[in-house]
Structures are given as C-alpha cells and as structure tokens.
C-alpha cells in the first residue's frame, strides 16, 4: 500500500468558538413554514446576515481540516431548490449545507455538513464512486476485506460512527460470485458513514469541536480507501 504525508498548516490546533446560533434555526423554522418567494424576498435581509454567519462556520469547519487534513475546496450550497423534476415545488431548501473536498488524487473521500432544525448531520465516504473506482474497491474485497472490517469495526472508530450505509445491487455484480465470503460489502455501491445531531447539541458551544473530533475520526477509513484507490492489486501506486 502507499504511504501520505499530509502537509501541516501554519495552525497548531482547530479553533472552537464558532457556534451556531438559535437565530440561525429560528429563521429555518419560519422558512419552513413559509417557503415561498413573497415571505422570501421580505427577509432577505436577515437570511443574507445567517448566510455569512453560516458561511463563516463553514470557513472555520475547512480551517480547523486543514490541521489534520488537506482540503481542495469548501463548497456551500446554494438555498434556491432545482423544482424543475421534483414534485416539491417549494422554490428553497430549509437547511444550510456544504461540502469538503479533500486534495489531489491521492487524498480520496470527502466531508458533508447540513445544518437543519431536527435534522442536523455529518456525512463522510464514498457516494458515487465512479465506475473505475466502484470495480477497484469490489475487486479489493474479493481479494481480502479483512482489513477494511478491521478499520470499519474498531470500537472507538463505531463509537463515532456507528455503522457502514449505502446502497447496492441486489445481487451479485457481473463477474463476482454470489457465494463468495464478502459478497455483502462487494454487492455495495455507496460507501458512506453518517452523523446525527439534536438541536441542543448544535447549538452548544461545543460543535464545532465536535464536528472536527468527528471527522478526524473518520481517517483511518480514508487512509485506507486512498491506498485503495491509489495502487493496484499488486499494492503499486497507480499514480506514478
């Protein structure tokens, strides 16, 4: 397997006073109750000062990463809702949501954050591997899944965790046997781990905290999926 060095930033330890606030939820409560342009337009004002507040809880969230992690880009998504093929016409989202992509080739894997009234969670893993990825991690299980159990089952690592989620086929994906051992995590499709948290725990002081503690959890799972992807069968880096 390859070895990463991740490149320390000047910061020698995350930063824990950012926090969200009751008025940031206070206003998604009153959008989800009101979720049409008229009331919309009416508040722009407040939504535009949550939307930078948010915005800068987000900025801390990539900060705090970069200690331990080295992230591309931080993305926050756009409140407006694509109504065009849903039948929810609602024209916008009652969450706040972004996303951390983490550095170059060899750093696969990636952080989500959505921030809702009854509905707050961290997401980290694989959503869509695309199909290149999707056929290396399968063939990597049906070669040896011991370690991959070994990462995923750690108690202090389920502790944060809890279990793997995702979809998969229903069968066995063409080329593999149905009766081979890991069957389960080679019919997968998504490799994905999710974190919930109650209104009272985000508006602690201590998010923040939490959320970094969280995602740094999650690195063993990373390292391990980045050599994955990044060498063949043989353990020889595909990137060179």
């Keep these: 397997m390859a070895n990463f060095s991740l490149k320390i930033t000047h910061q020698l330890s995350p930063v824990n006073n950012q926090r969200i606030t009751k008025e940031i939820f206070d206003f998604l409560k009153k959008l989800a109750k009101n979720n049409n342009k008229e009331w919309f337009n009416e508040n722009k004002a ?14 801390q969230v990539q900060e705090n990463l970069n200690v331990h992690d080295e992230i591309e880009k ?52 694989f959503w869509e591997p695309n199909k290149e990825d999707l056929f290396r991690i399968r063939k990597e299980f049906e070669m040896d899944a011991s370690e991959f159990r070994k990462v995923i089952n750690d108690k202090s690592f ?26 389960d995590l080679i019919k997968r499709k998504q490799f994905i781990f999710v974190k919930n948290f109650t209104d009272a725990e985000v508006l602690s002081g201590g998010f923040i905290k939490e959320v970094d503690t969280s995602y740094k959890a999650i690195r063993p799972y990373f390292d391990l999926m980045s050599d994955i992807l990044t060498t063949n069968l043989n353990g020889e880096s595909l990137l060179d």
């Design 158 to 183: 389920k502790k944060v965790w809890g279990d793997l989620i995702g979809g998969g086929v229903k069968t066995a994906p063409k080329g593999f046997d149905k009766e081979h051992p890991d069957i």
């Design 74 to 125: 931080m993305k926050m998504f756009r409140i407006y809702r694509d109504v065009r093929f849903s039948k929810d016409k609602t024209p916008y989202k009652t969450h706040f949501a972004g996303s951390f992509s983490r550095l170059g080739a060899h750093l696969r894997g990636g952080y989500y954050l959505q921030l809702k009234p009854g509905g707050t969670f961290l997401a980290t893993g």
């Design 46 to 59: 407040a939504f535009k000062k949550h939307e930078a507040d948010v915005k800068s809880f987000y900025t």
